[in-house]
């Protein structure tokens, strides 16, 4: 199945995640990702959700989303003329046999330790959803105990603020 992610400049008023999660609700798309914070203004917030479906059914979303009064704009993210990105937090658990092929496994990713006890690693990542998910693949050779994923982030590429571009749908 196709997926899409929308970057949605929207008011920053009470409810508005809820009434911009009940459209995709309402037409049924599952949300994969979801993404929620203020701009560089406090009045507007950034939200990004990853979606799966796309088409006709995907742009009627929109024109719904557009109806929305809190909405201010709505961007289709393309790969190609963004900087994406995603945390992860994963806890792995700590055997003394297994540390080295952990940190091994850590620095082929680039991911880094920001907890360490005698029963638990905590490692960081900051990439793309591609690597991230290679990651935990490589690292369900050990224990782990618990991940934690931000979800996807986006800017645009170029000096054109969201708000102000005018292929925006």
Same mark, same amino acid.
């Given at each position: 199945?196709?997926?899409?992610?929308?970057?949605?400049?929207?008011?920053?008023?009470?409810?508005?995640?809820?009434?911009?999660?009940?459209?995709?609700?309402?037409?049924?798309?599952?949300?994969?990702?979801?993404?929620?914070?203020?701009t560089?203004?406090?009045?507007?917030?950034?939200?990004?959700?990853?979606?799966?479906?796309?088409?006709?059914?995907?742009?009627?979303?929109?024109d719904?989303?557009?109806?929305?009064?809190?909405?201010v704009?709505? *961007? @289709? #993210?393309?790969?190609?003329?963004? %900087?994406?990105? /995603?945390?992860?937090?994963?806890?792995? &658990?700590? !055997?003394? +046999?297994?540390?080295?092929?952990?940190?091994?496994?850590?620095?082929?990713?680039?991911?880094?330790?920001?907890?360490?006890?005698?029963?638990?690693?905590?490692?960081?990542?900051?990439?793309?959803s591609?690597?991230?998910?290679?990651?935990?693949?490589?690292?369900?050779?050990?224990?782990? *105990? @618990? #991940?934690?994923?931000?979800?996807? %982030?986006?800017? /645009?590429?170029?000096?054109?603020?969201? &708000?102000? !571009?005018? +292929?925006?749908?």
């Open positions: 199945m196709s997926g899409f992610t929308l970057a949605i400049l929207v008011k920053n008023e009470f409810g508005v995640l809820n009434r911009v999660t009940s459209m995709f609700r309402r037409r049924r798309f599952s949300i994969k990702s979801l993404s929620v914070s203020e560089e203004t406090t009045a507007k917030s950034r939200i990004t959700i990853v979606s799966d479906g796309g088409g006709r059914e995907k742009n009627q979303l929109i719904q989303l557009y109806k929305l009064p809190v909405v704009s709505i *961007l @289709e #993210i393309k790969e190609e003329e963004c %900087i994406t990105s /995603e945390l992860l937090l994963l806890k792995v &658990e700590n !055997r003394p +046999e297994l540390r080295s092929d952990i940190h091994a496994a850590a620095e082929a990713f680039g991911a880094k330790i920001v907890d360490y006890t005698r029963d638990s690693v905590v490692l960081q990542m900051v990439g793309s591609r690597s991230i998910d290679a990651f935990i693949e490589v690292m369900q050779d050990y224990t782990v *105990l @618990e #991940i934690c994923r931000t979800g996807v %982030i986006s800017l /645009e590429r170029g000096s054109i603020p969201m &708000e102000k !571009r005018t +292929e925006i749908y």
